[in-house]
Nanobody
Framework: QVQLVESGGDLVQPGGSLRLSCEAS????????MGWYRQTAGKGREFVAS???????NYVDSVKGRFTISTDNAKNTVYLQMNSLKPEDTSVYYC???????????????WGKGTLVTVSS
């Protein structure tokens, strides 16, 4: 079994910053990629950012230059540093990871339960 646990969601004023964390634990052989998605009420889940095991990152256009994704491989943890936050960034942020649990097993997607980020004055 693999678990992803997010933390760091909070209420912040426009222009402020937050750092989200997500730690993967359990039966992990290798992590192919980790990333963040977000979802607001009545909308589908939206890709935000991802980072592959080699360090290649990808961002949705709306957060480029404001958000930075990074990992601590020793801790199986991914971070999302969010700066210059806007009210439209308000959402539940979900951690995603593609994880191999055995040497020859394919990567499988796992999801956290989400952490709420509210940007409001």
């Amino acid at each position: 079994q693999v678990q992803l646990v997010e933390s760091g969601g909070d209420l912040v004023q426009p222009g402020g910053s937050l750092r989200l964390s997500c730690e993967a634990s359990g039966s992990i052989y290798a992590i192919n990629s980790m990333g963040w998605y977000r979802q607001t009420a009545g909308k589908g889940r939206e890709f935000v950012a991802s980072i592959r095991s080699g360090g290649v990152t990808n961002y949705v256009d709306s957060v480029k230059g404001r958000f930075t994704i990074s990992t601590d491989n020793a801790k199986n943890t991914v971070y999302l540093q969010m700066n210059s936050l806007k009210p439209e960034d308000t959402s539940v942020y979900y951690c995603n990871a593609e994880i191999r649990t055995r040497i020859r097993s394919p990567g499988v997607d796992y999801w956290g339960k989400g952490t709420l980020v509210t940007v409001s004055s």
